[in-house]
């Protein structure tokens, strides 16, 4: 399974930009979808996870509220809507496929992992 994330670039503070990430090569219907952000110095956090179904969303604490995790199958496609950026938003975006159908917060679950897309806000 090949990941490519899309999306990313300079947003001012309180913009709200969509990452993308399309899958080729698997069955995109099956997997958990997730997405994680690394920024520099830090560890990968979780942003947000949503079930093979579609009907289990799970977010971090820290884009509650904010951010929302969406799919569409038709286009081998999880989206990421971004709202009210914050500069501590700041970060290299990865997508990733968990193969067992979870939205798993953990990144040690995933086994598919997209290049990443850098998002940087600017106060």
């Known amino acids: 399974v090949q990941l490519q994330a899309s999306g990313g670039g300079l947003v001012q503070a309180g913009g709200s930009p969509r990452l993308s990430c399309v899958a080729s090569?698997?069955?995109?219907?099956?997997?958990?979808m997730g997405w994680f952000r690394q920024a520099p110095g830090k560890e990968r956090e979780f942003v947000a996870g949503m079930h093979w179904d579609a009907y289990s969303t799970y977010y971090g604490d820290s884009v509650k509220g904010r951010f929302t995790i969406s799919r569409d199958n038709a286009k081998n496609t999880v989206y990421l809507q971004m709202n009210s950026l914050k500069p501590e938003d700041t970060a290299v975006y990865y997508c990733a496929a968990h193969h067992y159908g979870s939205g798993s917060s953990r990144p040690t679950d995933y086994r598919y992992w997209g290049q990443g897309t850098l998002v940087t806000v600017s106060s």
């Open positions: 090569g698997g069955t995109f219907s099956k997997y958990g």
